[in-house]
């Protein structure tokens, strides 16, 4: 019984350490299934919980010509933070805006959402006209299903709005689902 506490306590201690970011992913078109940005100048990637991955912490999904994108980072857990990029009538590579007023979830505009939660948002942030910014993809590839590109955009806190989010060197090479 004593082997098997310590065994489990071992194992939770490595479990909840979390993996230090030193750099964000590499600016990549070959569906690496990478995601990373700098937020308020700190560098955010997808991550799981210590050495559990958790699922679906990066997917891409294509509906029509329509490109949604969510990365999660579950690894201050309990609390965790998202980010959905919605990019409408993706038609080529090219650079798509995000300038519009919108509430989450829209399914007719292009947009940049981020949140933090604990269970429940704590906070919310998303582009709009007064917070604008840009994703460039740079492939869409409908035969090996993959799409790639670079974003920065500045975001209004939808719950207390003197607290802006800058997203810069933003950068995605996935996989679609």
Excluded at 8 to 26: Q, S
Excluded at 87 to 103: E, S
Excluded at 110 to 138: C, F, H, M, Q
Aim: hydrophobic content about 40%; charged content about 15%; overall charge neutral.
């Amino acid at each position: 019984m004593k082997k098997l506490l310590v065994i489990l306590i071992a194992f939770l201690a490595f479990a909840a350490c979390k993996k230090k970011i030193t750099e964000l992913p590499a600016v990549t078109q070959t569906g690496a299934n990478t995601f990373g940005a700098k937020v308020n100048g700190s560098l955010w990637v997808p991550q799981g919980f210590g050495p559990i991955p958790a699922n679906d912490i990066l997917e891409a999904r294509m509906i029509g010509r329509d490109i949604i994108i969510n990365a999660r980072n579950f690894a201050s857990s309990p609390n965790e933070t998202e980010f959905e990029l919605r990019i409408n009538d993706v038609n080529a590579p090219g650079t798509y805006l995000l300038n519009t007023d919108v509430v989450h979830p829209a399914n007719n505009v292009s947009y940049a959402y981020y949140v933090k939660r604990n269970i429940t948002p704590d906070n919310e942030w998303l582009t709009s006209s007064a917070s604008t910014g840009s994703v460039t993809i740079s492939k869409v590839d409908t035969v090996n299903w993959i799409v790639s590109g670079t974003f920065q955009f500045d975001m209004l806190n939808i719950y207390n709005a003197p607290q802006p989010l800058s997203v810069t060197e933003g950068r995605f090479d996935i996989k679609v689902q």
